[in-house]
């Protein structure tokens, strides 16, 4: 017969611990079963118990009521860890790693298309005198019906910066784990002068980058602070006499001269900067097909992001082992 403690509970310490341990299997299972496999269910389960097999069953009962969603909070952090690098291959040996998931890639997609209206119906607007831009408007229907697409292009760039500022960085992980990966820092200074070294033949090897060169970081703050200015400035001539009746017509006035060249600085830093990188550098011509699928091939991630891709590897090695 079992001996009972102060409390009346027995002391049966291995029939106890695996009744206790097939509860918070079968609690793990109906709570997250779909989301792990069998094994996981199991090693979550040791982890709990390990250590606790002479708790008395009240007081176990009680910890592994909170501490299941703690352990599986622990694993889905190690997973999107996993996932923010997104370790996901396609082919035979790993060649490919999805390195933009369709969150991002959907609002590239609406910023570039954004961008292009814009282009085709602000810039011949602000050169209206030329031949080429009296044909373009005319051809569309004229200038009101320009305007009224120009108008378009920035609801859909408004939409997405919106989008991408004030929900996905904030509020999703990934969103937060890129924007403190594309804050400049020390690093990118020295990557900057390793480069030109490099270039300049004083520098045996290319500077090694992680998941963003500073490259793409001026991209991304580029894009950042075109659309504070561009939507800003644009907004108050949307709303020109409301703007001048509270701003006066001299701040209007600044914010069609900053719009206007703000505007062919943004043209031309697509044409010449970013179409060169994604499109016209000979190793990816006709295009980098990253923003379409999201994926980069092994040889340009070890090429082009060392550092991200030895952090994944390391990453995979330490969940193999588990």
């Not at 939409?159 to 924007?179: C, E, N, S, W």
Request: glycine share 8%; with cysteine; charged share 25%.
């Amino acid at each position: 017969m079992n001996e009972k403690n102060d409390n009346g509970i027995a002391d049966n310490g291995n029939e106890l611990r695996d009744k206790v341990r097939k509860q918070v299997i079968e609690e793990l299972r109906e709570k997250y079963g779909n989301g792990f496999k069998e094994e996981e269910v199991e090693k979550i389960a040791s982890d709990i118990l390990e250590g606790y097999a002479s708790i008395k069953e009240k007081a176990l009962l009680d910890y592994i009521k909170n501490q299941p969603a703690k352990e599986i909070a622990k694993m889905e952090r190690a997973k999107a860890d996993a996932a923010s690098h997104e370790m996901l291959a396609e082919k035979e040996g790993e060649d490919f790693f999805v390195r933009f998931g369709i969150n991002f890639r959907a609002q590239h997609m609406l910023l570039f298309s954004s961008c292009i209206i814009l282009i085709l119906t602000g810039m011949p607007e602000k050169f209206y005198y030329t031949g080429i831009a009296s044909f373009l408007i005319k051809l569309v229907g004229g200038m009101g019906t320009v305007t009224f697409i120009h108008r378009i292009g920035a609801v859909g760039l408004i939409a997405m910066f919106a989008y991408h500022v004030l929900i996905y960085t904030p509020f999703t992980r990934q969103g937060r784990k890129d924007f403190l990966e594309l804050l400049p820092g020390p690093k990118d200074i020295l990557d900057v002068i390793q480069m030109i070294k490099y270039f300049f033949g004083y520098a045996t090897e290319k500077p090694k980058f992680g998941r963003f060169s500073y490259i793409e970081k001026f991209d991304y703050w580029a894009v950042y602070w075109g659309c504070l200015v561009m939507i800003g400035s644009g907004f108050l001539m949307w709303v020109e006499v409301e703007s001048i009746n509270m701003f006066g017509k001299t701040i209007v006035d600044i914010c069609k001269e900053a719009h206007s060249d703000e505007g062919l600085l943004c043209t031309l830093a697509i044409l010449i900067w970013h179409f060169y990188n994604v499109h016209f550098n000979p190793k990816v011509f006709p295009m980098s097909w990253v923003w379409w699928n999201g994926k980069i091939s092994k040889e340009d991630m070890i090429e082009e992001h060392p550092l991200e891709y030895e952090m994944i590897m390391k990453d995979k090695k330490h969940h193999g082992k588990h």
